[in-house]
Nanobody, 120 residues
Framework: QVQLVESGGGLVQAGGSLRLSCAPS????????MGWYRQAPGKQREVVAA???????NYADSVKGRFTISRDNGKNTVYLQMNSLKPEDTAVYYC??????????????WGQGTQVTVSS
C-alpha cells in the first residue's frame, strides 16, 4: 500500500504563489508517473500537470506558463509550483501517483487533497 501526503495549500491573493508537495510512502518498486489534479465545487476533477519517470511534462492549457511540475527522484517527491495564481485556480488539489508494485501491477494512488484558495 502506498500513501501520498500532500502539503502546501492555503489562501493567497490573486497574483501570488504557492508550492504544493506530494511525498509518497510505502512499498513499491518504481514510480511510473506523477501528476496533479484539481476539483472545484460542482466541477469534474481535471488534470493540471503530469510528469513521467523520464521527466517529460504536460500541462493543462489553463495553467501553461504559470505552473511548473517537478520531481525529486531521491525523495520520491513531486512538486507543483504555482505562480500568478488566479481566482479560477481555486480548488482542491490532489496528487496522483502511478506506481509499479510488482507482479505486473501498476495502480494509481491519490493524495488526500489540499485546498488552494485564491482571492481577488
Amino acid at each position: 500500500q502506498v500513501q501520498l501526503v500532500e502539503s502546501g495549500g492555503g489562501l493567497v491573493q490573486a497574483g501570488g504563489s504557492l508550492r504544493l508537495s506530494c511525498a509518497p510512502s510505502g512499498i513499491f518498486f518504481k514510480i511510473n508517473a506523477m501528476g496533479w489534479y484539481r476539483q472545484a465545487p460542482g466541477k469534474q476533477r481535471e488534470v493540471v500537470a503530469a510528469i513521467t519517470s523520464g521527466g517529460s511534462t504536460n500541462y493543462a492549457d489553463s495553467v501553461k506558463g504559470r505552473f511548473t511540475i517537478s520531481r525529486d527522484n531521491g525523495k520520491n517527491t513531486v512538486y507543483l509550483q504555482m505562480n500568478s495564481l488566479k481566482p479560477e485556480d481555486t480548488a482542491v488539489y490532489y496528487c496522483n501517483c502511478n506506481v509499479d508494485i510488482g507482479w505486473g501491477r501498476s495502480p494509481d494512488y491519490w493524495g488526500q487533497g489540499t485546498q488552494v484558495t485564491v482571492s481577488s
